[in-house]
Nanobody
Framework: QVQLVESGGGLVQAGGSLRLSCAAS????????VGWFRQAPGKQRELVAN???????NYTDSVKGRFTISRDAAKNTVYLQMNSLKPEDTAVYYC????????WGQGTQVTVST
């Protein structure tokens, strides 16, 4: 079975950086548009960024200029580089495909302290 595995989260101070990784078996991530999402406690899951199979990217306004989504096709892995982190970025971060989404993984916790 294909399952999504997110990693790279942790506790950082405001202004710090983290790089999240999204992995899945096979070529499902390389062949499709992939998005990073986040969900804060008591809030709805929201789209943060996405990247197409060809590398085209989009970002939600709140992270533009701070986050970068990328992919390594050879490793079938999608990354989210997060710089200049703010406490408002605190959430569980998830990845998923846009077309025919997979079951959600466990996500990875990102906590930004002051």
């Amino acid at each position: 079975q294909v399952q999504l595995v997110e990693s790279g989260g942790g506790l950082v101070q405001a202004g710090g950086s983290l790089r999240l990784s999204c992995a899945a078996s096979g070529s499902i991530l390389s062949a499709n548009t992939v998005g990073w999402f986040r969900q804060a406690p008591g809030k709805q899951r929201e789209l943060v960024a996405n990247i197409s199979a060809y590398g085209n990217t989009n970002y939600t306004d709140s992270v533009k200029g701070r986050f970068t989504i990328s992919r390594d096709a050879a490793k079938n892995t999608v990354y989210l580089q997060m710089n200049s982190l703010k406490p408002e970025d605190t959430a569980v971060y998830y990845c998923n495909t846009f077309l025919f989404p997979l079951p959600w993984g466990q996500g990875t916790q990102v906590t930004v302290s002051t």
